[in-house]
């Protein structure tokens, strides 16, 4: 169906056979993205790798963070990093069992999210304005030519800032991309995944799929690619889809594995209100809100 709101002609794809037919015969057609005053500014003039135009610079831009932070080894080499957050959270959860406090677990999900990649990213765990955060880090670097490093297990790592740094630093031959401050900041911010001994369950169906809600099945969206895509598709599919299932995998085995959970007052999973809010991620609209507990 097309629209024109206003002066933009806007397309919408309500089915699968559309999406298939527009992201593959005709996907040079839908490569670029809308532009508004409010996603430039948030993005230092969309020099970051969603919202910048298609061409050369997306190319340089999403080829160094694929390069160096989302690759599969890449992503792999950050094992350590995940578990130890994981691990965090599965002790503030602990904590509420025996509190018996009420858990906001989408407050959970993107404290854990925000640490993980902040941490790979640009090496700390970042509690304030990541604007105010980088120009200090910069001013830093810049005057002492000093590597923030991550160290993982024994080897020591650069992480995606310090990589960035020192590209725009040595100009090298293989990235021909001008590398100012803002468009590393907006990279960076455009990055935005154990042995469970011996009561091992089996999560096979849980992983790489997603649930129908309406049917109750579990939709596996590496087959059903345009029935179901969370991570997009075609040229502008996300490059961080394996950096993302990695950490939400082993996120939902230690969450099924170590606690029971409950809605507060005696709610009924069917009751819940599943309305999303419409934005950059499209989150649900009412938090999720559970009772934690141990298994009996």
Sequence with gaps: MLLHLGQKPTMFISSADAAEEALTKHDSYFVDRPKSTFIGRLTYNFKDMTFSPYGEYWRQARFIAVSHL???KKVQSFRSVREEEIARMMKNLRESCVSGAIVCLSEAFATLTNDIIS?????????????EYLDSIF????KS?????????????RNLLDILLGLQREKTTDIDLDLDLDSIKAIILSVGIRDFGKKRKNFGPFLNSTVDLKKGQFVDFNNEQFA???F????????GSGFALVIAE???ANLIRNFDFALPNGGKPEELDMTEVFGMMMPRKI??????????
């Design 228 to 230: 179901f895509s969370p």
């Design 139 to 142: 001013e830093k670097a810049l």
């Design 119 to 131: 941490l790979v990213a640009i090496g700390k765990r970042v509690a304030i304005e990541i604007d």
């Design 70 to 72: 989302l690759s599969k």
């Design 287 to 296: 938090p999720l809100l559970v009772n934690v507990s141990l298994p009996n």
């Design 250 to 252: 082993l996120t939902i």
């Design 232 to 239: 997009g598709y075609g040229r502008r599919t996300c490059p």
């Design 145 to 157: 030519q000093e590597m923030i490093n991550l160290s993982i297990g024994n080897k020591l790592h």
